[in-house]
């Protein structure tokens, strides 16, 4: 069993995953990863061990409740008790909705939506026994704003800003705190910069700062777990500067 506290982050991808892991890594905790193919976490987990840091990762299919069973099991029972569970399972899609496909529709949900609840249910199976602990769960603007072309990952974000409410009334008062973050803003991704070229924008000339950076998401989950009780945020938007809102 490892003698860290344990930070577990699910749809721990290349960019917001990773630097959650740095992030709390760099804060003393031991890092759980899982994703859909492990083998992608190697770069990450060589740079936190590098660091001082301790991380390893798994393959984890979060949209399988078998998976969730076993996997939350195999941490609880082989690594060591979470402290703090993230949900950061993505599904960013846009399509018209004439041209969403009912798989397309379905997968979104079920990674948005229903991946969270098997995360968040199974997190809340091993927390509720100790009184104590933290649930949180990635958003996005489209979690309180629908946009032309986003009805697939709107619905599914929709329904994990629902999720993360109920869970907070029923979770709180056992001690556990659960949060959602909602992340108003284009983020410095690969997959965003590719966006903004396919849209006739370049990137690199861009202002400074138009683009989050994902340690500025990972800086705002640490501070969310290391809030008082007195004081918990249950939701917080955070979005750039020049983010036209």
Same mark, same amino acid.
């Given at each position: 069993?490892?003698?860290?506290?344990?930070?577990? /982050?699910? *749809?721990?991808?290349?960019?917001?995953?990773?630097?959650?892991?740095?992030?709390?890594?760099?804060? *003393?905790?031991? /890092?759980?990863?899982?994703?859909?193919?492990?083998?992608?976490?190697?770069?990450?987990?060589?740079?936190?061990?590098?660091?001082?840091?301790?991380?390893?990762?798994?393959?984890?299919?979060?949209?399988?409740? +078998?998976?969730?069973?076993?996997?939350?099991?195999?941490?609880?029972?082989?690594?060591?008790?979470? +402290?703090?569970?993230?949900?950061?399972?993505?599904?960013?899609?846009?399509?018209?909705?004439?041209?969403?496909?009912?798989?397309?529709?379905? &997968? =979104?949900?079920?990674?948005?939506?229903?991946?969270?609840?098997?995360?968040?249910? +199974?997190?809340?199976?091993?927390?509720?026994?100790?009184? &104590?602990?933290? /649930?949180?769960?990635?958003?996005?603007?489209?979690?309180?704003?629908?946009?032309?072309?986003?009805?697939?990952?709107?619905?599914?974000?929709?329904?994990?800003?629902?999720?993360?409410?109920?869970?907070?009334?029923?979770? *709180?008062? &056992?001690?556990?705190? =659960?949060?959602?973050?909602?992340?108003?803003?284009?983020?410095?991704?690969?997959?965003?910069?590719?966006?903004?070229?396919?849209?006739? &924008?370049?990137?690199?000339?861009? !202002?400074?700062?138009?683009?989050?950076? !994902?340690?500025?998401?990972?800086?705002?989950?640490?501070?969310?777990?290391?809030?008082?009780?007195? *004081?918990?945020?249950?939701?917080?938007?955070?979005? !750039?500067?020049?983010?036209?809102?």
């Amino acid at each position: 069993m490892n003698s860290k506290p344990i930070c577990l /982050i699910i *749809g721990a991808g290349d960019y917001i995953g990773a630097a959650i892991a740095r992030r709390f890594a760099k804060g *003393g905790f031991h /890092i759980v990863m899982g994703r859909r193919h492990a083998k992608k976490l190697a770069p990450v987990i060589a740079e936190i061990e590098t660091a001082g840091g301790s991380a390893q990762g798994f393959t984890w299919d979060a949209r399988r409740e +078998e998976t969730a069973s076993e996997m939350f099991a195999l941490v609880e029972g082989k690594i060591g008790p979470i +402290e703090i569970c993230i949900f950061n399972v993505g599904g960013n899609v846009c399509f018209p909705v004439l041209e969403t496909t009912e798989r397309v529709f379905r &997968k =979104v949900w079920e990674m948005c939506a229903y991946a969270a609840f098997l995360s968040g249910r +199974e997190a809340a199976k091993y927390m509720v026994g100790r009184q &104590k602990g933290s /649930i949180f769960f990635t958003g996005a603007t489209a979690s309180v704003r629908g946009s032309l072309g986003y009805a697939a990952f709107a619905s599914g974000k929709f329904a994990l800003r629902g999720l993360a409410q109920s869970m907070a009334r029923e979770l *709180g008062p &056992k001690n556990i705190h =659960v949060a959602h973050l909602i992340i108003d803003a284009g983020v410095n991704t690969e997959f965003v910069r590719d966006r903004l070229r396919k849209a006739g &924008k370049n990137p690199d000339y861009l !202002p400074p700062d138009t683009l989050m950076n !994902p340690g500025s998401i990972a800086e705002a989950y640490w501070t969310l777990h290391h809030q008082q009780r007195d *004081g918990w945020t249950h939701e917080m938007d955070i979005r !750039p500067y020049a983010e036209t809102w």
